[in-house]
């Protein structure tokens, strides 16, 4: 991604009339940008392709391959979809400035070009880029390519839509002591290993980590894309994250410091997930009942001492080949009815 | 006497936006293309090019509105709008019309230069 100093943008100049492109090019330049030109769409596509551009001024009439056939070409580039294109043409007919519009235009300009006009509109465009750039390096970082990828291809809305899920609950136990015993550097890289560790694991079973607090991990298995075997992937990620702690424990225990132990609990069934919170600041996330119990499920780990434990909905999706022990009806909070509690073996398989 | 062969306030105006020495550079370039697009016109009339003789309108259109020279981009406009085949009856004409107002666009554009 370009940083654009002081305003000043790499632009690419697309007219098959050379008096156009050297006007147009001489505008741009007196505005401070950097330019380059193409005299067909066709190079202007390659160069495009090859270069990385901010914006591109383009005309309708040319031999070999007109506006429209790029304009077209650039809604179909996932790479170059959000690149702005303002349309510099003295096309007649509104239809035809309709069809750049409709086609991904952001703008459109009549030849000959007023250049003050020039300069507002293409102001405007970066300014419109900037953000959009700013938006999706921010979206990078903050959010997981599943979400990024869903917003970027469905939008932002709040409010949230009705999935079959599962929700897993993991912390470490008693990570507070552990916290106290050693200095906030080695607390933070504690941390920071342990998330590796547990992203890994719960993403490459198709889970998405939708909440962190301290050592606390809320992640969703089923959204928002929809997986047939949440249940199981779900228990298989919580079976990894004991497998990769056990191996963490192995080098703590060579660096002698303190081991640690996670506690994992899952529901499933259904839910609405969604983006909730503001305009301004929003998350992705799932709630409702499933998401309770989960959350409950997981503290319970530390009363039953047993590392996973799941709910009726998710044992029931689960194959023969995992040994599962009942635990019989729990009580939980914000529940009327308790709820029967199974615990998994963290060993794979039997 | 109805509109000038070159308008003065929009060639000033190019002159002012770009610079005077990059605006004599357009000129220069211009008085280099323009024979070019207008054998274009002649050749896609001869040979019913619609798709040429649009293209080629069309430029030419845009270049003399980018000068000033109003009548000629006004003409030009016309037979951008005339699909060639319709063009055919009078083109001839038109294009030979086109070419004579050129001749005084040149020479407009080359007093300018030296203005």
Known sequence: MRELRNGAARLLVVDDNKVNR???????ELQGHSTASAENGRIALEMLRGESFDLVLLDMEMPEMDGFQVLEQLVNDRRLRDLPVI??????????????????????????????????????????????????????RFATPEVAQDLQDSGFSLGGK??????????IRGFSSIAESQSPEETIELLNTYYALMFDAISGHGGVVTLMMADGLMSVFGAPVPLADHCESAVRAAQEMIALVE???????HAVKPLIRIGVGIASGEMVAGYTGTNERATYTCIGDIVNIASRLETHTKVAQRPILIDEVTRAALGAQFAVEPLGP???????AAVDVFSVDPRKDR | MTTPTIDRATFDALRE????????ELVDTFLEEAPSMLDDLRHALAANDADKFRRAAHSLKSNCNTFGALTMGAMARELELTHVSKAMEGGAQKLAALSDEYARVADALTDLRHA
Not at chain 1, 330 to 336: L, S
Not at chain 2, 17 to 24: I, Q, R, S
């Open chain 1, 22 to 28: 050297l006007l147009l090019t001489r505008s741009l």
């Open chain 2, 17 to 24: 936006t770009t610079g005077a020495e990059f605006a004599l």
């Open chain 1, 330 to 336: 729990v009580p939980i909070k914000g529940k009327a």
């Open chain 1, 247 to 253: 191996l963490f424990n192995v080098e703590r225990q």
């Open chain 1, 162 to 171: 009705l999935v079959r899920a599962s929700v897993m609950f993991s912390d």
């Open chain 1, 87 to 140: 349309v510099t043409s003295s096309l007649e007919g509104i239809a035809n400035v309709v069809r750049c519009i409709e086609l991904g235009a952001e703008d459109y300009l009549t030849k000959p070009v007023n250049p003050v006009l020039l300069k507002a509109r293409i102001g405007a465009s970066l300014e419109k880029k900037r953000l959009r750039d700013q938006q999706k390096e921010l979206m990078r």
